[in-house]
Structures are given as structure tokens and as C-alpha cells.
């Protein structure tokens, strides 16, 4: 997406950012990416860049982007909480949820680092990032079906799930990912084999257990007010 703000446009938001506090925007601590795909359809995989903040130790919300540039897309948010959290939702509600322990497992989840930062730090940092966030499950809708080119964010929410299984993954995708960020999502996986796999908890994933079901905003009753 270009930048075609007119000059008054721009001259406007640098007098705003200059003036205005940005508080929860800058409590964003923490970016990693991984891909996503759409509850309904495995097939339709799109990878996600997560922009977060720690809300407490067993919460962290985050804004999802298509790319982690200057003028990426803003595609959706995704809620990530602790294993202790997630036990205690009501079973309806874990449906919507998804384990993030393959993805941490595989070496598909990668917390980026500027090039400059030494091999062995970003190493040190990811690999601790990531021994907390194996047992975390995350609810994550997108907005914007940037898989089927729409240019703004056309239609309902749509309900993203993570992956579980090698044999799932759009490899194509993901060594895309891999080589812009120069990465190795085997030898991070062999990395991380000292990670403990946590015991996902039976609620979480329901696409596994055949419910190939999409939620969105279509499904729920949808009342207005009548016009006097």
C-alpha cells in the first residue's frame, strides 16, 4: 500500500504525533511471526506479524500486521493468555482458542531482530521468548482477507486458528518467510528440542475434532434500530 497522503495530511499527523501520547502503543514490547490460518479452510495460510504488549504475566494482546513494514496492512488482533487462564474458560469458549505449541516446537514462530544484533543474542532472546509462550493459547481474528487481494478490509471477521502438524504447514509459505528474514525454521526447531511440550488442553484447536465451522459476525443475530 503506498503512502499518498497530501502534503496537508502529512503536516497534520506530525503536529499530532508531536502533541498526542500514544500510551498503549507503546507498551508494544514484543513482535513475532508465524502463519495463520482461517478455521474454515487450512488451505488459506497467511502469515502474521504480531505486534504485542504485556498486559500481566498471563495476558498479552496484540495487533497483527501482513508485513513488518512502515506501510503493512493492520489485519487483525489476536489475545494470548497463559496455560493457568485458559483452564479456566467455560468449554464453549475454548473453541475459539488455538495452542501455540507447534508452532514454538516446529521453529515456525520466529521473534525478529534487527540484522545488526549478534546471531547469539537474538538466539538467547528468541529461545527464552519462546519457552513462555509454548504453553499460551491465542484467540485471533482478522479483519482483512489480504489472501484473496482485497484492497481495504471487505466483509465479516474471520476466526484464525494456528497449526499443529509438519503435514499441514504451506511449506511454500513458510520458506518464503524464512528466506526474507534469513532464517532456519529446522535448525530453530532443533533449538528449541530442550522446551518441554506442554499437554494441550483437550478444548482448545476444536477444528481438529472435525468441527470445520467458521465464525464470524454472520452468525450471530444481528438486531437494528428502526428508523422513527
Not at 503506498?2 to 496537508?8: E, P, V
Amino acid at each position: 500500500m503506498s503512502c499518498d497522503k497530501t502534503l496537508g495530511s502529512m503536516t497534520v499527523d506530525t503536529a499530532a504525533s508531536a502533541k498526542q501520547s500514544f500510551a498503549p502503543v507503546s507498551a508494544i514490547c514484543e513482535t513475532v511471526c508465524g502463519l495463520h490460518f482461517y478455521s474454515h479452510d487450512m488451505t488459506r495460510q497467511v502469515e502474521a506479524h504480531h505486534y504485542c504488549s504485556h498486559v500481566s504475566e498471563d495476558f498479552r494482546q496484540c495487533v497483527v500486521y501482513d508485513a513488518p513494514t512502515r506501510d503493512a496492512k493492520l489485519i487483525g488482533i489476536e489475545y494470548i493468555v497463559s496455560e493457568k487462564v485458559f483452564k479456566t474458560f467455560p468449554e464453549e469458549e475454548k473453541r475459539y482458542w488455538h495452542s501455540h505449541h507447534y508452532e514454538v516446537k516446529s521453529g515456525m514462530l520466529i521473534a525478529p531482530f534487527p540484522s545488526a544484533v549478534p546471531k547469539a543474542v537474538v538466539d538467547a532472546a528468541e529461545h527464552k521468548a519462546m519457552a513462555k509462550l509454548v504453553t499460551t493459547y491465542g484467540k485471533t481474528w482478522h479483519f482483512w482477507e489480504v489472501d484473496v487481494g482485497h484492497p481495504y478490509p471487505f466483509g465479516p471477521p474471520r476466526l484464525m486458528m494456528g497449526l499443529t502438524t509438519d503435514d499441514q504447514v504451506d511449506q511454500k509459505l513458510l520458506a518464503d518467510r524464512d528466506k526474507r528474514f534469513g532464517v532456519d525454521s529446522e535448525e530453530k526447531k532443533k533449538q528449541r528440542e530442550d522446551i518441554p511440550m506442554p499437554n494441550v488442553d483437550a478444548g482448545a484447536n476444536a477444528w481438529e475434532k472435525g468441527e470445520a465451522w467458521q465464525a464470524t459476525m454472520e452468525n450471530c443475530e444481528m438486531k437494528g434500530f428502526q428508523a422513527s
